[in-house]
């Protein structure tokens, strides 16, 4: 039975999923700007939702903090960079996999 949970290093901009302690797969993101900073601590995936619209692409999961989520993104360009709000942007086809991958209740790790 898989134990997903998800690492977001705001440092490498990396989203990194483990299953039982094992990172199986890593993923470029986008992270919040410096005033708008992602925020660092322990939380959950409470909600999923496709194709939220405007700038949040493809997916959205919405995190135990709110106003807090990884999502997709209509600017492609924008992934490895600090140029969010504070949520963890994907590509499109990343988030997609991902929202495939784990359930809601999932623990996502935001460390800097």
Known sequence: MPNYRIIVDLSQRMLYLLDNDQVTRGFPVGIGRMLTASPVGEYTIINKQPNPGGPF??????????????????????I????????????????????ATVPIGTRVTIRA
Do not use: Q
């Open 57 to 78: 692409g493809a997916f959205w999961m919405g995190l135990s903090k709110p106003h807090y989520g990884i999502h997709g993104t209509d600017d492609p360009a924008s």
């Open 80 to 99: 490895g960079h600090m140029v969010s709000h504070g949520c963890v942007r994907m590509y499109n086809e990343d988030v997609l996999s991902l929202a």
